[in-house]
């Protein structure tokens, strides 16, 4: 089934400076081919000046309409806070995940613009390194990708920070300034003010190497899918259950990188990487009936297959 072509195009702002030069340049695009642009604001009620923000983009959005820029604005606020053990990054990013894709839904676009640059791929890159990210996670940021009905595109990524400094200053845009973006409790704030500058001074044009290293890992976690799903096919019965005699004429990389495929797909509680390490030097030597723990169930081996149980 074909999706109907949308009129609208949706970009997420916060008000800050990327999101308000690609809202502007977006809205002007939009004017010059008659689409209209929805500016998605997220109100996380983390900060006081929230409320500054929120006023500041509703007054900036009119002018721009009545400048006959076709533009309005959408905000929702999120209800709640982040449970005990959760951290405010980690709810904060749920919370306008699942913010912009309603509001981009009820503003009838199907193309949701975020405005993630060069800087941004290369930290990204670097906290997933750090992280010992898998080539998935050290991917980063995608350019474009297919999620809830949407395309989330990033038409940034290659962009430097310069140019869009740039672009702000040329069109005279007004943005807010995010007090937190300053507060180095937050990893990805300590990497962008303390890391990142003495990197770049001692290494120039290192940031554009990481964004292109990126896109190198998303090329080669795209092969490691297409690789993972052939394998799957011979490996995996009808019943969804793991045939140890296939999977043991595989290569040791091609071995533990199938168990990882299956498991995770197979298992959407979350499986432990120690667990994937610790079956593959198990499983050779083990007999019918042995079992390994995961959360909420076990890993059997029966009857020449490996397979899953809850409790």
Same mark, same amino acid.
């Given at each position: ?110 193309? $949701? @613009?975020? +405005? ?9 890159? &670097?906290?997933? =390194?750090?992280?010992? %990210?898998? /080539? ?112 043991? $004429? @595989?290569? +040791? ?9 299956? &498991?995770?797909? =197979?298992?959407?509680? %979350?499986? /432990? ?39």
């Amino acid at each position: 089934m074909t999706r109907a072509v949308s009129r609208v195009v949706a970009v997420a702002t916060s008000g800050g400076r990327d999101s308000t030069a690609l809202l502007h340049v977006t809205a002007r695009m939009a004017a010059a081919q008659g689409l209209q642009v929805a500016a998605l604001h997220v109100h996380h009620g983390l900060v006081s000046q929230a409320d500054d923000w929120v006023r500041h983009l509703r007054r900036q959005t009119q002018r721009w309409a009545r400048a006959g820029l076709p533009v309005s604005l959408h905000v929702t606020r999120l209800e709640g806070q982040p449970a005990p053990g959760d951290s405010v990054e980690a709810w904060a990013r749920r919370g306008r995940y699942d913010a912009l894709t309603q509001m981009a839904h009820m503003a009838g676009a199907s193309l $949701l @613009l975020l +405005a993630h640059h060069e800087a941004d791929q290369a930290e990204t890159f &670097l906290l997933q =390194a750090l992280r010992i %990210g898998s /080539p998935a996670g050290l991917s980063a940021m995608p350019a474009v990708v297919e999620r809830a009905g949407l395309t989330w595109a990033r038409p940034w990524l290659n962009v430097q920070r310069a140019a869009i400094n740039a672009y702000v200053q040329r069109h005279r845009l007004a943005f807010v300034d995010d007090s937190s973006n300053a507060e180095t409790r937050f990893a990805r704030n300590r990497l962008r003010l303390q890391v990142l500058p003495m990197l770049e001074d001692a290494f120039p044009g290192a940031l554009r190497q990481l964004a292109a290293a990126a896109q190198r890992q998303q090329e080669a976690a795209a092969c490691l899918r297409e690789l993972a799903e052939t394998d799957l096919r011979v490996c995996v019965d009808t019943d969804g259950h793991l045939k140890l005699a296939a999977w043991q $004429l @595989l290569s +040791a990389p091609r071995r533990q990188h199938l168990l990882r495929s299956w &498991l995770q797909a =197979a298992w959407p509680a %979350g499986i /432990p990487e120690s667990l994937v390490h610790r079956l593959c030097d198990e499983l050779p030597a083990s007999r019918s009936g042995a079992r390994w723990p995961l959360p909420g169930g076990w890993v059997i081996r029966q009857r020449g297959v490996l397979c899953l149980r809850q409790g």
